[in-house]
Every structure is written in C-alpha cells, then in structure tokens.
C-alpha cells in the first residue's frame, strides 16, 4: 500500500476494469458506485500531500452497511429501493483514511444463510468454479477480494458470515471480537452475535484495515472502550512456543476428507513454525448450532420488526421466504410461555459455553480448527435442505457466542480444485496473536497469493 | 330503605402516571428533547429516533438520574442492577416496531405516597421512551408559518415525540376514592416539579394519567376479576369526575348481575362521561427480552448516595417544618409551597422577619388570604415596620376586653339593637370600635367573641 509507484486514480481504475470483466460471471456486486464519482474522489485524495492510512484504496462493502447516497439493500427487494442518509461508522473511518468506496457487495438476504443464495439479487459464484457457491452471508465480498476487484471488502459475521466465504474463496477473513469495532449503520441481524470485520488477501492487509476502524463509538453502547492496538506493528511478534488447542468435538466423523488433509498439512506447517498443538475437549461445544440459531433467530425477528414500509423501503410482503421461516421461527421463541424454554435457555447454554472457554485459555493461547466441515456445495444442492445448511455453521458459531475474534485463512485446495480454509480462535480483544500467527502462517505458504484462473 | 342500598360497593383503584422528562436530549439519541413546542413536526429527528436501519440507542444518562431521584424522593428502592427490555407490537407511532423500556428490573421499587384517605403504594417506576405522536384527518398542525390543518383522508405522523425519555409510575389497586386518585395525582405531581425533573403540564401531556377502576363488594379482600382502564384524562379535576363516573357506570352493570367488561375507556368532557376505546380481554405477548444493545446497567453506591443528597425538601415535610420553627398554619403554608423556587424565597423572608421581631404567622395569614399586598419579595424591614406595634403590646387581660366590651356597648345602643336582631354587620362595627378603644389592630376574633358572650345575656 505503498503510493510512490501507483496513483490512486490507478487503483480505482483497476478495480472498475477487474469488475467489469468479473463481476458478470460472479455476481458479486448489487450496486457499483459511479465510476466519474469515485474517479473524482480518487483524483481529490492523490493531491493530498499527507498520506493517510489507507489512502486511495479501492474498496467494496457488504450491502448491509449503510452508505449515504449510494444503494442499501441488505441483500433483500424490501429495501431495492433505498439509499440510505448516513454512513455507517465503520463506512465512515475508512473514508476518512482514505479508502476509496466501489460498491456494495451480494449477501444472503439480512445476513441470513451461509452461501448466499438466499439474495433476492441472485448467487453470488465461486470465482474458483462457478458452479459452487461463494459460501455467505458475505459471498460478494469474499467474491471480489478474490478476483481482486477490491483490495479489502468490509463484511460482517454473526455465525461465520465473514470465515465461511473467506475460507470458501481462498482469502483471509477476520471476525473481530465483539465490541472491538463500531456496530453503527450495519443493519443488524442478531444483535449480540454481528460484528463487523474486514475480509482481505493476507492477515498483513487485514491488521492494517483493522486499525483504521476498531476502537469505541459513542453511538454504540455495546463498542469498546479499551485502547487499540497497533495491530500492523504487532505482525511480526514471535509465535514459536504459542500453544493452539485443536478441539475434539469439532473434529468429529462428519468433516469432509479433503478438509481434513489440509487441515493436517496446515498443522504441519504450524508446528514447523515452532507452535505446539494439543487435543482440548469443550463439552458444550454440540450445542452451539441450536443455541446460535434460537438467539439469532429471535433477535433477528426484533431487529426486522421496524421494517414495515412506513418511513422507509418497501412493505414486509416483499420478504423472502427464508426471512419469514427465520421471523417465525423467533417469534415462537421469544412467545410467553415459550420463551423460558427456548430463548432463555439458549442464553444460559452460552454461559456456560462462555465459562469453559475460559477454562481452556487458561492451559492454550488460542484454537486451530477447520473453518467448515465440508466443501463448497454446488448452487442449489443443499438450498433445499435448510437443516444440512445450518450445520455447516457448527466450526464457525462458537467464536460469535463467546464473543471471541477468530481469523479464517487460506490453507489449501481439495482435489476438485475448491479452496479449503482453516480458522484460529482466541481470546477476546486478542486479534493480535491471531493476525501474527496467520501473518507468520502466510509467511511459509502461498496459499493466499493464488487468484482463480480467467 | 330501597333495594340498591342494600349491596355496597367499593372501589378498587390504581393509577399508572406517564412523566416526559425535561432532559436536553432524547431518550436514546442526541435530539432534541422538545415535543411539545417544537415549530414543525419531524424537526428534532434523526435516524435513531426514526428506527433507521442500522441504528443503536445509547441511554441517556441524565434521564436514568432523573429517574432515581425521583425513586429516592419517594423513598423506593432502587435496584443497583438494571436493564432495559424490548417491548414488541405494531403500531405506526412506533418506529422501531418494538419500544424501549423496561420490564422485569425498574430503577426503582415499592414505597407509597400518604394521602389524606391512606397510603398508596408505589409498585415501580422505570423508564421508557415515548411513541411518536399520531394526528388524524383534520388535525392542525403547526409549521413555521402558522398551523395547517391535515387533509381529511391522510392521517400524519409527528416523530419530534419519539425516543422522548418518560418515567412511568405504577401504583397498587390501593386509591378508595376519586378524591384521593386527585389528591395522589397532585402530590405526585409536586414532587416531580420540586426535583425539577419535568414541567409535569397536564394539558399538553407532560404528566399523563391513567386509572384502571373496578368495583367489588365492600368489604372484600380479593382483586375483581376485570378492570376497566381510563385513559385521555387531561386534569385532576376530568380525573375525579371520570372515576365517579365510572364507578356509577359499573356500580349498575354489577346490580344487574353483569360484569363489567375488560377494556380501555377514554373521557369526553362534554358530557363527563367514560366511552368505550379498543377492547382489552387478554394481555397482548409483548415478547419482552433483554435489549442486546444495551449494556445491563450497575448504579454505584456512591452514585445513588450523591443523588439522595440531592433530593430538595418536599412540600409535606416543609410545611411540617414551617409549622414548628415558623408558627405557620400548614394550610397556608401549602400555598405558598408550590413552587420550589418561590418557597425558598419565602423561607428566606420569613428567616429575616424573625430577625427584625416581626410575626411571621400573622403576616402568612394575611398574605394567604390576600389582606396585604406585601410578599416574598417585599423588602423585610417594611413587612417588619408594618406588623411592628403589634409584637410590642402586652397580651389584653380578659378584665380589660370586657370593660371595652361594656363601654361601647352601652354607648352604641342602636348597634346593639340591630345585632340583637340578627345583623352581623353591626357586630362587625361595634367590634372595630372596642378594638380602636383598646388601642390595638390584633385580636379581633377574641373581641368578637367577647361582645357575642356579652350581647346573649
């Protein structure tokens, strides 16, 4: 991200032009801002003399972050038409650093599905094989990093929103612990669970984008107070000796072979790398599918509830199916008489999850699991069965219900050519173990520097 | 004696009272908090107010004071661990389709406040935002320019109201009488203007008052089964009437063996009388749960201990005082009371005219019933100046009163005539003349008593 060689104008340039010939196959983007507009932006920030932090980088978000004056459609025909007053805070910061905002990028509608075929703006493809899907909610984002029609995307991720299409497109993806980023202006899915996090080519890209938008919001009672670190300056710290725990439940029969001998592999390197790896037991962990979905699910249907076509958008008849099985599904959930046995129930499981995770920081730094059990499926194979869908959330739901950062990395591909990720888990508010140990993990492979063939 | 007099019964009463805090900004937003004279609607607006996608409430910090003060005025406790909850339903003055507030944890709990016909206990108080303010067709609303009236098809929607911060205040069924419904709504009402919390304004809805009545037979101790809510009352007096009416309502549905049905009813003060609103038979599923984005609350001990010591001495307890260090009737005391600001200028006289030697309780009294132009304001020594002869003077002996008595008496035969006759007035005459014999102002009353004891003989 150095500017000496490259103009902004440039970069802008290249990204349009990458759109432009990928976009068409993948489907990545809902709305592209105009070209002139970002040009003249582009053209504004290479007069400036003082560079700032991301100064000129083209970059695309997930249409769930409201952008004034440019399209908002959180993946959904209720909102086709509307365009939005504010920028959300994350949109903000990345502004005033310099970014250059493209576009807004497909998702599954309000961030409900995993492969991101339940857009009313059509599936966003795998740019490794078109066939398959980009994995969700954040396909598009994930779509476009890897074709390189942006430098970053900005995702979200409430149950592996960011890990899974990051793992399924062979980029890096992190979900940040929550409250360490600004949760203003991303139109939320479940409330407790969302965060807001970038999705980028290499952890090194992904620390130098984190510091442009982690830190408190005094319009999020929920952002953090504590002090950001500087997470680029922390690349490089030593993580020879650092202790990952491989948890026994997630490595159970159901995980697919290929995902398995990468996953293998990528211990290999890590423990080439002079980390220590040991069997860990989290006894709670079968339980986070049905946890996350009766929290999610419940506070999804709150959260949709000021969509009623009234001051804003189009009316609820234009939801989705999806959407409404996920509305009723949480309206049961949260109904007198159900709720103690549902919803709050859900709320103590989690505590209980939350108790023994700390219990296992005490004796690791920080987890090593596979990102998803299984491949990217084709478009439309398991649309169909939406209980096989959910279950292909069971590696990534956990990092959202104890509130912890967790970091999905490219480690590989399967024998049909299909990118395999890996995913490390760590303490809350510690992104920076994470972000050098995927730096030094990207340091001994290339993975990440693969780009899907025309 | 008729059959109807036979079977008595009682009322069962409580009240739920709304309160728009007088914060500087809105309830979860940095609006501006100014419903009422705002000079167009969706003025003070933005999009957390408006439910915009994306956006998070942020509570108000001054507003959660607000609230604690006035628990801790009323001697409530307050519970140290807090949180707000999302109440669920559909409404267009809603924006959020579900309303802040809270459910199981209120900031504060319990106490009562003393009427003259009892306590009534105070179940909670919390804190909620405010709706949006619905105008249907034919409404005037008021722009910039001057009001308009709405179209007759369009109803409109005013979100200068929404995300307001208000208090809401649930009593028990404990309110025996519409007197006493009165007596509590004023009470409250004074306490809440003395923490300087709220301009309380019944009419425009600064202070709203809801009473649910039923009725049950004298003497019973359970809850009847139904209760009829009253709402749209806009004065203490509209609340007397609308409860005695209801009452009566429901007194000859309950003879006729009917019970009287669950629902909401509104006042018309035309005709004084309660109207059927919207039907109420089951509580609605608000699905309450926590609000995820909002940090549960934990109020530090030292913070409610500096809040206590902010609590002003209330009216009831000043006029006790005024009583005992001033002399004060507590019934004028009342009156000079009401305002905070005015009775501790009032203290600040009456502190002087005690230095100066002056009668404090004599100069109340007049003040109170408008015999002296003088007031807080009137500089000490000329109130001291004016009641001056009358400390000075020797209390009259019973010996000297009753020769004044005689004296004139025996000198206005025609007066005494005339009072023999009935005329008060006469008697009002002849005892200025044994006042002006005496030599004094004061004393009227035993003067007059005096004359009547000696005219009966």
């Known amino acids: ?454 | 004696m008729s059959e109807t007099d036979t079977i008595e019964y009682e009322l069962v009463c409580g009240m739920e009272v709304h309160i728009e805090l007088n914060t500087a900004s809105k309830m979860f937003c940095g609006c501006r908090n100014e419903p009422m004279r705002a000079m167009a609607p969706n003025l003070h607006v933005c999009p957390v107010c408006l439910g915009m996608p994306g956006t998070l409430p942020v509570p108000n910090k001054r507003a959660i004071e607000s609230t604690v003060l006035l628990g801790l005025a009323l001697g409530c406790a307050i519970n140290r661990q807090s949180k707000f909850d999302r109440k669920h339903y559909r409404y267009p003055d809603l924006p959020k389709g579900y309303q802040i507030t809270q459910y199981e944890l209120p900031f504060c709990k319990g106490s009562r406040i003393e009427t003259s016909e009892g306590p009534v206990r105070l179940r909670r108080i919390h804190l909620e935002e405010d709706t949006a303010k619905l105008m249907h067709p034919g409404s005037r609303v008021k722009l910039a320019m001057g009001q308009v009236r709405t179209g007759s098809e369009e109803s409109h929607i005013d979100f200068n109201r929404a995300g307001v911060p208000l208090i809401e205040l649930v009593t028990e069924p404990d309110v025996v009488s519409p007197a006493q419904a009165k007596e509590f709504g004023k009470t409250l009402r004074s306490t809440v203007k003395y923490l300087g919390i709220s301009g309380a304004d019944l009419e425009s809805g600064e202070m709203r008052l809801e009473a649910s009545v039923s009725m049950r037979l004298q003497g019973e101790k359970t809850l009847p089964p139904y209760k009829v809510e009253l709402k749209n009352i806009n004065s203490f007096g509209f609340l007397e009437k609308a409860i005695a009416f209801e009452m009566k309502r429901q007194r000859k549905l309950l003879e006729k063996g009917v019970q009287p049905k669950q629902e909401t009813r509104g006042f018309r003060e035309a005709t004084g009388e309660t109207v059927a609103q919207r039907s109420k038979e089951n509580a609605d599923d608000y699905r309450y749960f926590p609000d995820p984005d909002i940090p549960p609350i934990e109020l530090g001990e030292s913070w409610i201990e500096a809040l206590r010591r902010r609590v002003p001495e209330l009216p009831v307890a000043k006029v006790r005082r005024w009583k005992e260090e001033f002399g004060i009737d507590p019934r004028y005391g009342e009156l000079l009371c009401e305002e905070r600001e005015d009775a501790e200028k009032w203290e600040k006289q009456f502190e002087s005219l005690v230095l100066l030697n002056a009668p404090v309780d004599e100069f109340v009294k007049d003040v109170a019933n408008k015999r002296t132009k003088f007031s807080h304001e009137t500089p000490p020594h000329e109130v001291a100046l004016q009641y001056a002869g009358r400390r000075d003077e020797k209390p009259l002996s019973d010996e000297e009163v009753m020769r004044a008595v005689n004296d004139v008496c025996a000198a206005e035969t025609k007066a005494v005539s005339d009072i023999r006759q009935g005329n008060e007035r006469a008697l009002g005459f002849l005892c200025g003349l044994v006042l002006k014999r005496l030599g004094t102002k004061s004393g009227g009353e035993r003067v007059r008593e005096s004359l009547r004891a000696h005219l009966s003989t």
């Not at chain 1, 905002?101 to 009313?120: F, P, V």
């Not at chain 1, 599904?329 to 919803?343: I, M, N, P, S």
């Not at chain 1, 299984?374 to 439309?380: A, I, Q």
């Open chain 1, 1 to 454: 991200m150095k500017r000496r060689h490259i103009s902004a104008r440039e970069l802008v340039d290249e990204a349009y032009a990458a759109i432009e010939r990928e976009n068409p196959k993948l489907s990545a983007f809902i709305t592209l801002r105009d070209k002139a507009d970002a040009q003249r932006e582009a053209v504004r920030l290479d007069r400036e003399t003082e560079l700032r932090p991301l100064h000129g980088i083209p970059f695309c978000a997930k249409d769930a972050y409201m952008t004034e004056g440019l399209r908002t459609t959180a993946g959904s025909k209720v909102l086709e038409t509307f365009a939005p007053p504010f920028d959300a805070t994350v949109i903000r910061h990345l502004r005033d650093a310099g970014g250059i905002l493209i576009g807004k990028t497909n998702m599954d509608a309000w961030g409900h599905g995993g492969s991101t075929e339940n857009s009313d703006f059509g599936v966003t493809s795998n740019p490794y094989d078109r066939r398959y899907v980009a994995g969700g909610s954040s396909g598009g984002s994930a779509a476009a990093v890897a074709v390189r029609a942006s430098m970053f995307s900005i995702a979200e991720d409430t149950g592996g929103s960011i890990r899974n299409p990051a793992s399924m497109c062979n980029v890096t993806g992190l979900k940040v612990t929550y409250g360490l980023v600004s949760r203003f202006g991303m139109i939320s899915y479940a409330s407790s669970l969302d965060t807001v996090g970038p999705i980028a080519k290499s952890a090194d890209d992904i620390a130098h984008v984190l510091e442009a938008i982690a830190g408190p919001d005094p319009k999020d009672a929920t952002s953090s107070h504590r002090p950001v670190p500087k997470y680029s300056k922390l690349l490089k710290q030593p993580v020879k000796g650092l202790r990952l725990g491989i948890p026994e439940e997630a490595m159970h029969a159901g995980i697919d072979t290929d995902v398995r001998r990468v996953f293998d592999e990528a211990l290999a390197v890590l423990g080439g790398l002079g980390v220590k790896t040991i069997p860990v037991r989290i006894p709670s962990l079968c339980f986070s599918v049905p946890m996350y979905y009766l929290i999610a699910m419940s506070e999804t249907s709150s959260n949709l509830a000021r969509f009623d076509g009234v001051r804003f958008g189009r009316s609820r008849k234009f939801f989705s199916e999806e959407t409404m099985r996920r509305i009723i599904v949480g309206t049961y959930a949260l109904k007198a008489g159900y709720q103690d046995e549902l919803y709050v129930r859900a709320l103590k499981g989690r505590t209980i999850l939350i108790r023994e995770f700390d219990e296992l920081w005490k004796s690791c730094d920080a987890l090593v699991c596979p990102t998803l059990p299984g491949l990217p499926h084709k478009r439309g194979d398991i649309a169909r069965e939406p209980l096989k869908m959910l279950l292909a959330d069971s590696l990534t739901v956990p990092a959202n219900l104890i509130g912890s950062p967790a970091l999905a990395l490219p480690a590989g591909f399967s024998r049909t050519n299909l990118p395999v990720g890996i995913q490390l888990v760590g303490k809350r508010f510690n992104e920076a173990a994470l972000l050098s140990l995927g730096h030094a993990f990207q340091r001994a492979t290339d993975w990440h520097m693969r780009k899907p063939n025309a």
